[in-house]
């Protein structure tokens, strides 16, 4: 671990969400590191840094999300780069961290893969990572290095505030995101809900009840991402039939694989928010999804982190 004040810093990033890393990067006064991320024929990456980093504080911006295998072996190559290039401190920030699903063994002989990318990182080479919204905050403990876990709920909470929706309902499509629903509602003095289901399989979920009053009244379901859509537009589908208002989504991590975008626009949802910790392609784009930046929020952590002060007034709900 490599600690002091240092003079300088700079940002880099992989290929896995370019747009937000310069965005990042704006707010911050400077300009992205010249590198190349490559790959060779056979799929192997290649990395060339072509300015110096030596002796500085340096800031790797790269989510491990799809595909997910090419961006974290970009990430480690990149963060052993700058080890052999003798940078003076390695940041990592991972807006979002793949594999975070994998965080136990659910089942005997299960593998907890979470664990082994927090080794693979810190064996790189990498003194600190900065990341947000984890799917489960005991993956902080994996790592042997510091981990700043910023939170997305701030963001998504100015956002639904300004709407000034009326009989609000925060509602957690499972069991799961209990905690985060209700440090969601108490900004807006706001009761909760729960959906109660049942997953048969991987990616595949039944609603089975929902516990709460939502009858009048307006819902915002909340989780931590939205990958194949299907607990969420079932959840959503389902607060509709038993009498919601309006039901509208905010989430951190916007996944949006196979038959996402499908269910979402043909759900009872009027609006999903996400946050772009990762990219969302032009073909994934729709009215109904809106897209909100992380970019000062990671700006203002890595400037903390570069003058060594303190990133809890980060974590601050509104």
């Known amino acids: 671990m490599r600690n002091g004040i240092f003079k300088d810093y700079k940002i880099f990033t992989g290929n896995a969400n ?11 006064g400077k300009r992205l590191g010249k590198s190349t991320v490559e790959k060779f024929s056979d799929g192997e990456v290649s990395v060339s840094l072509w300015e110096t980093v030596r002796g500085l504080d340096v800031f790797i911006v790269q989510p ?32 979002y961290y793949g594999y975070a699903r994998q965080d136990r063994k659910a089942k005997a002989r299960d593998p907890i893969t979470a664990k082994l990318v927090a080794d693979l990182i810190s064996a790189a080479g990498a003194d600190r990572v900065v990341t947000m919204d984890l799917h489960a905050n005991q993956i902080q403990g994996y790592f042997d290095i510091p981990v700043d876990h910023l939170l997305g709920m701030p963001i998504l909470v100015k956002y639904f505030m300004k709407k000034k929706l009326k009989d609000i309902v925060i509602v957690s499509p499972d069991h799961g995101s209990v905690v985060r629903a209700r440090n969601m509602a108490q900004p807006f003095n706001a009761p909760i809900a729960i959906v109660d289901k049942r997953r048969e399989k991987a990616n595949e979920s039944e609603v089975m009840n929902v516990i709460g009053d939502i009858e009048g009244k307006t ?6 991402m939205i990958d194949t859509a299907g607990t969420i537009t079932n959840a959503a589908n389902a607060l509709k039939e038993l009498g919601a208002v309006e039901v509208y989504c905010g989430a951190t991590h916007g996944i949006l694989s196979g038959p996402a975008i499908e269910r979402i626009e043909s759900s009872s949802i009027k609006e999903m928010v996400l946050l772009n910790t990762i990219g969302i392609p032009k073909e994934k784009q729709t009215k109904r999804i809106k897209v909100l930046s992380v970019a000062q929020l990671f700006a203002d952590a890595m400037l903390s982190i570069f003058s060594n002060d303190s990133v809890s007034k980060l974590f601050t709900v509104v």
Request: some cysteine; aromatic content about 2%; hydrophobic content about 55%.
């Open 64 to 95: 491990t999300c799809y595909p997910v295998n090419d961006n974290l072996m970009e990430l480690l190559i990149m963060i052993d780069a700058m080890t052999r290039a003798s940078a003076g401190r390695i940041n990592a920030v991972i807006p």
């Open 18 to 28: 370019i747009p937000l890393a310069k965005e990042i990067a704006s707010i911050m």
């Open 219 to 224: 819902c915002i379901l909340v989780d931590d």
